[in-house]
T-cell receptor, first 113, second 114 residues
């Protein structure tokens, strides 16, 4: 069965800390992995990773994929209270042209001032 | 471009009733997917529609159904509501059917079943 596992499930840090969020996956026909940030309602897209070893970066956020070891990490440096959110990892699954995102349970990040 | 919109944003129903949720995708997007989000189960896939056809369905009972119209707008219906159907229902749209095309989510409809 395809699955996506995120760790830790929750994390509390102080402003300025650096955090690393983990996502491991076991899926057939892997093509890509996506990271989303969910603050109150809609998950907002952060990164799509398709190739091993290539870092995607956006400001203080960065992510990398290891296709051999089947995991991805999301790094946030110099955290701010506005980074508090649920971070979701998802893998698109496709069989017979049918598409769905399988999500991990998410990591709840709380950044305290 | 306007984002994905969902109506209503909040809904309170009682057990046994039925409910219809609406989703308007990003202009030009033809794929609409629905997800249920609960604290215990996280985000779970309900179904995907592309060009008015349901292409994929998750592991939910037949009480959950949907449809898509020619303008790509989609509706989701839940009949005979149960307490466990209380959740955030998220709609997401994609431009194409390609695997590498990203899904963009709407703000969700918060359904509470009493």
């Amino acid at each position: 069965e395809d699955k996506v596992v995120q760790s830790p499930l929750s994390l509390v840090v102080h402003e300025g800390d650096t955090v690393t969020l983990n996502c491991s996956y076991e899926v057939t026909n892997f093509r890509s992995l996506l990271w989303y940030k969910q603050e109150k309602k809609a998950p907002t897209f952060l990164f799509m990773l398709t190739s091993s070893g290539i870092e995607k970066k956006s400001g203080r956020l960065s992510s990398i994929l290891d296709k051999k070891e089947l995991f991805s990490i999301l790094n946030i440096t110099a955290t701010q209270t506005g980074d508090s959110a649920i971070y979701l990892c998802a893998v698109p699954l496709s069989r017979d042209s049918n598409y769905k995102l399988t999500f991990g349970k998410g990591t709840l990040l709380t950044v305290n001032p | 471009k306007a984002g994905v919109t969902q109506t209503p944003r909040y809904l309170i129903k009682t057990r046994g009733q039925q409910v219809t949720l609406s989703c308007s995708p990003i202009s030009g997007h033809r794929s609409v997917s629905w997800y249920q989000q609960t604290p215990g189960q996280g985000l779970q896939f309900l179904f995907e529609y592309f060009s008015e056809t349901q292409r994929n369905k998750g592991n939910f009972p037949g009480r959950f159904s949907g449809r898509q119209f020619s303008n790509s707008r989609s509706e989701m219906n839940v009949s005979t509501l149960e307490l466990g159907d209380s959740a955030l229902y998220l709609c997401a749209s994609r431009g194409t059917s390609g695997l590498l095309d990203t899904q963009y989510f709407g703000p969700g409809t918060r359904l509470t079943v009493l």
